[in-house]
């Protein structure tokens, strides 16, 4: 209920009101059974934008930092994300990643749309870097259809660091559904695994025209940290 409301009667109309979002390709997401969408991540108002514009709900794995967030943006961040049916999950690895990973199957054997940032966090520069294997696994061994999905300019709405969101229009490009039957039974494979990344990040790339860099987002973000330290 609280989704909907959301959705139909308050943000939802707002947001098109001020941000004006634009659509390309909405009709590639399925009217009825389990998918994933694979989305770039440039701000975190993607996980506003892209739920509230699609045709149905969607499900987010968010990092739990969301849910545990102080004072009055915490709370209201925290109380968006669990009103739109965001869960929350551990990035921290090892038995935390395969919770993540069970948590994602469980929303897809139940019939829903999953959203995923393969990326595992937010581009710290606008290029579109190496994506995560969980996705690949995730849809091999549910069999469900990879849909890529482009969030554009919406590091313009809420740059890294910034805490007011600006006034920009954003765009979301949503491209065909991503067939990986080829390759059933192989979700043990790490060869398999990376190559089905891989072609879901070359996707991506295609859609939103972003540059791709050959490394993880978060070794960048560390060796940035590093040197700013120094």
Do not use: C
Request: charged content about 25%; aromatic content about 8%.
């Amino acid at each position: 209920m609280a989704y909907f409301i959301l959705k139909n009667l308050i943000l939802g109309p707002l947001l098109r009101l001020i941000f004006r979002p634009w659509v390309r390709g909405m009709e590639n997401i399925p009217s009825a059974g389990a998918a994933i969408l694979a989305s770039n991540h440039l701000s975190f108002s993607d996980s506003i934008f892209l739920p509230l514009q699609s045709r149905r709900p969607v499900v987010f794995l968010a990092k739990s930092e969301y849910f545990t967030g102080k004072g009055i943006k915490g709370a209201l961040t925290r109380w968006f994300f669990k009103s739109t049916g965001q869960l929350p999950i551990d990035r921290s690895g090892g038995k935390a990643s395969e919770a993540s990973l069970n948590t994602g199957l469980s929303v897809l054997s139940q019939g829903f749309v999953l959203g995923i940032y393969p990326e595992g966090t937010r581009s710290p520069d606008g290029k579109l870097y190496r994506g995560r294997t969980g996705i690949a696994r995730m849809a091999l061994e549910s069999k469900v259809p990879v849909i890529p999905v482009a969030m554009i300019d919406t590091e313009k709405v809420q740059p890294i660091g910034k805490r007011l969101p600006r006034i920009r229009r954003v765009g979301i490009v949503v491209g065909q559904p991503l067939d990986f039957s080829r390759f059933d039974g192989m979700e043990g494979d790490r060869i398999v695994l990376r190559a089905v990344t891989d072609e879901i990040m070359y996707e991506l790339a295609k859609l939103s025209g972003q540059e791709y860099v050959d490394a993880y987002a978060s070794s960048v973000k560390e060796k940035r940290a590093k040197l700013a330290r120094q």
